[in-house]
Antibody, heavy 121, light 112 residues
């Protein structure tokens, strides 16, 4: 069974940093495109970032480009999101997400339970 | 990025069928068959219902079906059940410029 488990969320002041790990199990982690998707309180889903399965190519939404960094450690089956220069509008539940098997992110067949990041003074 | 437009809300009675639309552009939705649909109950993570426009994962009920016409994708739920009451999101591959995805704003389904 595929399992994705995020951690690292919490309360942080504007301008601060957080690192979100996502532990993956139940599948060959290195063979799948992975991503982060967020959901602000009471709002819809927003794609944040994607990392390729092999060469580590990364892609970001304009709203986080230059501030967030996605990475993966295939030896530890772990996905990361480093968030710097956090803003109030980054407040959201952050979901770790697994693609269904394509070369690029097209459909998310597994989601973590989410971790809440609150940016507030 | 182009937006995907969904109705804010739809409703139906148990046993009825409803359809949720998702309108994009010729470059998003119209140019490929990479639309997916997700169901999200309050406080829960989203769940994949449909991928590649009309393909249904084996664990998903055949009451859920997807289709596309031009720049509009659609999700149809037949034989409505109380547990279908949830938020539904469409999603499309955003193209080679971003290599990300774009989500619709979501539709709240109320089962009367």
């Amino acid at each position: 069974e595929v399992q994705l488990s995020e951690s690292g969320g919490g309360l942080v002041q504007p301008g601060g940093s957080l690192r979100l790990p996502c532990a993956a199990s139940g599948f060959t982690f290195s063979s799948f495109v992975m991503a982060w998707v967020r959901q602000a309180p009471g709002k819809g889903l927003e794609w944040v970032s994607t990392i390729s399965r092999s060469d580590g190519s990364t892609y970001y939404a304009d709203s986080v480009k230059g501030r967030f960094t996605i990475s993966r450690d295939n030896s530890k089956n772990t996905l990361y999101l480093q968030m710097n220069s956090l803003r109030v509008e980054d407040t959201a539940v952050y979901y770790c997400a697994k693609d269904d098997g394509g070369v690029v992110l097209t459909a998310i067949d597994s989601w973590g339970q989410g971790t809440l990041v609150t940016v507030s003074s | 990025q182009s937006a995907l437009t969904q109705p804010a809300s739809v409703s139906g009675s148990p046993g009825q069928s409803i359809t949720i639309s998702c309108t994009g552009t010729s470059s998003v939705v119209g140019s490929n068959n990479l639309v997916s649909w997700y169901q999200q109950h309050p406080g829960k993570a989203p769940k994949l219902l449909i991928l590649e426009g009309s393909k249904r994962p084996s664990r998903v009920s055949n009451r859920f079906s997807g289709s596309k016409s031009g720049n509009t994708a659609s999700l149809t739920i037949s034989g409505l059940q109380a547990d279908d009451e949830a938020d539904y999101y469409c999603c499309s591959y955003a193209g080679s410029s971003t290599l990300g995805v774009i989500f619709g704003g979501g539709t709240k389904l109320t089962v009367l």
